[in-house]
């Protein structure tokens, strides 16, 4: 996720500033390529007091060879180096001392994730997500808001056979393959109109609200004299490409009318986007 965007041309070594952050209990890593145009940085968490932490897997796991013994063995402790030796990719080990007793229960816990911008915004965006997530009833709080989120999602398009695995398979495992493509799809650097349009027609009976709103912003790709982009991009300073497919618009078409036949959205065909 921290690898810097457009890739290189030759393959270098990423460059990461780390930053260890004590009064949120958290450390911050982010990419320094100067030619990154997508800078986000990545943060690793929790609620409790860490003691030392290590992003060196050298360091943390040792060599390729046997022989090669962990320095976290070696010193009985992580390093707290807040750099990495060049070449190296990164991991985030956080080591922390606790003392439970007999039949003693301690709940930990971590937040992971990555946030658009630099240190101050990552900060933030900690602070904030510990406030909304950290200690057992607002995470448990979240859960069931996650759980409801989804059977109201998933309940939308159910099928019932008499074979259960079957049901399963398609009410659940398949919805969760749609949505994680769905996913994949909006993190890519450029993202293809027609396959975009693809997805979001299967997302119609899942998603009704959100795919309009994707509609919105994906027609805006079509041109003037009616083709549309084959790929476009998200991202600030980055140029759409110049080449349009001819059956672009075909899959614009059958989404729109699929969007409407499900909602009964028929105000949508008035909209100028």
């Known amino acids: 996720a921290l690898k810097a965007y457009p890739p290189p041309r ?102 992971l994730g990555v946030a658009a911008g630099d240190f101050e915004k990552a900060k933030r965006e900690v602070d904030g997500a510990k406030r909304k997530f950290a200690g057992p009833k607002a995470f448990d709080a979240v859960l069931k808001s996650s759980e409801k989120s989804w059977n109201e999602m998933a309940g939308r398009l159910l099928i019932k056979t008499p074979d259960d695995e079957f049901n399963r398979f398609f009410n659940v495992w398949s919805t969760h393959q749609l949505l994680n493509t769905a996913l994949f799809l909006n993190g890519g650097p450029k993202i293809e109109f027609r396959e975009k349009m693809q997805t979001l027609g299967a997302l119609v009976p899942y998603l009704p609200a959100e795919v309009k709103e994707a509609l919105r912003t994906t027609i805006c790709y079509q041109l003037r004299d009616g083709r549309a982009l084959s790929r476009f991009s998200t991202f600030a300073g980055v140029t759409s490409d110049e080449e349009v497919t001819m059956d672009n618009t075909l899959w614009m078409v059958l989404t729109t009318c699929r969007y409407i036949n499900e909602s009964g959205d028929f105000a949508f065909l008035d909209e100028s986007i």
């Open 10 to 111: 030759l393959e270098r070594s990423e460059l990461y500033e780390i930053h260890p952050v004590n009064t949120l209990n958290a450390v911050l890593v982010r990419n320094i390529d100067v030619e990154n145009k997508n800078p986000i940085t990545g943060y690793f968490a929790s609620d409790q007091k860490w003691a030392d932490f290590e992003f060196s897997p050298q360091f943390f796991q040792g060599g390729q060879s046997a022989e090669s013994v962990p320095g976290a063995v070696v010193e009985g402790k992580l390093s707290s180096n807040p750099s990495i030796p060049l070449g190296e990719e990164i991991i985030s080990v956080l080591h922390f001392e606790l003392s439970i007793a007999p039949k003693e229960t301690r709940q930990l816990f971590f937040l």
